[in-house]
């Protein structure tokens, strides 16, 4: 299992990092730009955020990820909300995250308060944005599809610091569950399943907000990948023009499923869908790769892709892979 691991730890930054250049960008300025992005590709000296990064690295995305692992293995898989904030602050501090623009909207602001030693659950309860299902993807290597509820109940755990809502609190357990089912079942009609089969439980988790469902737009999102399953381009324009693949969890979660159960299993071609998408493109990125590079695991991937993120993030997910499958199926 650790090889399937290590697959959604590489491909969730491998999407990241495709996704990076023109993050945030609509998808028709990404064609006037690019045409179609076919490759990892330096930031964008005309975009604002992605303007910091080279060819290859990954974003805040899979860096609050990792961060959470840290602070999981301090406790020995035991979510400290605590803990989890003051390893994502220390993060950003050494990565002057505030000044240069690399935290969502609500992550910023719960996390200033957090510093400051106030409460920010007025903010974290109106949470819109997608912070959560963003850095979610390796809790769901933790957890087998049956063990839904424990599911979202970590997942809870592991948020709340930033996002307490029922929107996002559901959009991280559907990204953490289709990677359960993915990494379990190797099957793309049984991940949407699963998917689906938590919503409900999983709005009971946060404070109420008025949003659109995820799992309706899942679905309609399935929809698109059969009817234009040979025209990627087609199906990626509906899908953008359909919900706006914007930084906000109903547009981005189902766009990134969605991706996933299109080229499921397949992180190279999730990666270059997603980057190609328009909008939150890094998020989207992460979220879909880190599904599909559980399907066949990190030796389905290629090696190129892989030698680039180790190199340029200096980062080697063996460790991190080790942990998780140790506490697999045992974390309640």
């Given at each position: 299992?650790?090889?399937?691991?290590?697959?959604?730890?590489?491909?969730?930054?491998?999407?990241?990092?495709?996704?990076?250049?023109?993050?945030?960008?609509?998808?028709k300025?990404i064609?006037?730009?690019?045409?179609?992005?076919?490759?990892?590709?330096?930031g964008?000296?005309?975009?604002?955020?992605?303007?910091?990064?080279?060819?290859?690295n990954?974003?805040?995305?899979?860096?609050?990820?990792?961060?959470i692992?840290?602070?999981?293995?301090?406790?020995?898989?035991?979510?400290?909300?605590?803990?989890?904030a003051?390893?994502?602050?220390?993060?950003?501090?050494r990565?002057?995250?505030?000044?240069?623009?690399?935290?969502?909207?609500?992550?910023?602001?719960?996390?200033?308060?957090?510093?400051?030693?106030?409460?920010?659950?007025?903010?974290?309860?109106?949470?819109l944005?997608?912070?959560?299902?963003?850095?979610?993807?390796?809790?769901?290597?933790?957890?087998?599809?049956?063990?839904?509820?424990?599911?979202?109940?970590?997942?809870?755990?592991?948020?709340?610091?930033?996002?307490?809502s029922?929107?996002?609190?559901?959009?991280?357990c559907m990204?953490?569950?289709?990677?359960?089912?993915?990494?379990?079942?190797?099957?793309?009609d049984?991940?949407?399943?699963?998917?689906?089969?938590?919503e409900?439980?999983?709005?009971?988790?946060?404070?109420?907000?008025?949003?659109?469902?995820?799992?309706t737009?899942?679905?309609?999102?399935?929809e698109?990948?059969?009817?234009?399953?040979?025209?990627?381009?087609?199906f990626?324009?509906?899908?953008?023009?359909m919900?706006?693949?914007?930084?906000?969890?109903?547009?981005?979660?189902?766009?990134?499923?969605?991706?996933?159960?299109?080229?499921?299993?397949?992180?190279?071609?999730?990666?270059?869908?997603?980057?190609?998408?328009g909008?939150?493109?890094?998020?989207?990125?992460?979220?879909?790769?880190a599904?599909?590079?559980?399907?066949?695991?990190?030796?389905?991937?290629?090696?190129?892709?892989?030698?680039?993120?180790r190199?340029?993030?200096?980062?080697?997910?063996?460790?991190?892979?080790?942990?998780?499958?140790?506490?697999?199926?045992?974390?309640l």
């Open positions: 299992m650790k090889e399937k691991i290590l697959g959604v730890l590489y491909g969730m930054s491998i999407g990241d990092a495709m996704g990076m250049p023109p993050e945030l960008w609509s998808r300025r064609i006037e730009k690019y045409g179609t992005i076919t490759d990892f590709l330096d964008d000296p005309e975009n604002e955020i992605s303007y910091q990064y080279v060819r290859g990954f974003t805040d995305d899979t860096s609050q990820a990792i961060t692992l840290d602070s999981l293995i301090e406790t020995d898989f035991v979510p400290d909300s605590s803990s989890i003051r390893h994502i602050l220390d993060w950003a501090k990565e002057n995250a505030f000044e240069n623009n690399i935290l969502g909207p609500t992550s910023k602001i719960t996390l200033e308060l957090f510093e400051k030693g106030q409460d920010a659950k007025e903010y974290s309860d109106q949470a944005s997608n912070g959560a299902a963003m850095r979610i993807p390796p809790i769901g290597t933790l957890f087998l599809s049956s063990q839904a509820r424990e599911l979202c109940d970590y997942v809870r755990k592991i948020s709340t610091i930033t996002h307490s029922d929107i996002t609190l559901t959009g991280a990204v953490a569950m289709a990677v359960a089912s993915a990494l379990e079942k190797e099957d793309r049984q991940m949407i399943e699963d998917v689906l089969s938590i409900d439980y999983a709005m009971t988790l946060g404070a109420s907000t008025v949003s659109a469902s995820i799992g737009r899942v679905r309609y999102g399935v698109l990948a059969h009817k234009y399953s040979d025209d990627r381009d087609r990626l324009a509906e899908l953008y023009n919900f706006g693949a914007g930084v906000n969890t109903v547009d981005s979660v189902p766009c990134a499923i969605a991706i996933a159960y299109y080229c499921f299993g397949d992180v190279h071609s999730t990666a270059l869908a997603c980057a190609n998408l909008g939150d493109t890094d998020t989207i990125g992460a979220m879909a790769c599904i599909s590079g559980g399907v066949h695991g990190v030796n389905d991937i290629p090696e190129e892709d892989i030698m680039l993120i190199e340029v993030n200096q980062i080697d997910f063996s460790a991190y892979a080790e942990h998780l499958d140790k506490k697999r199926g045992i974390v």
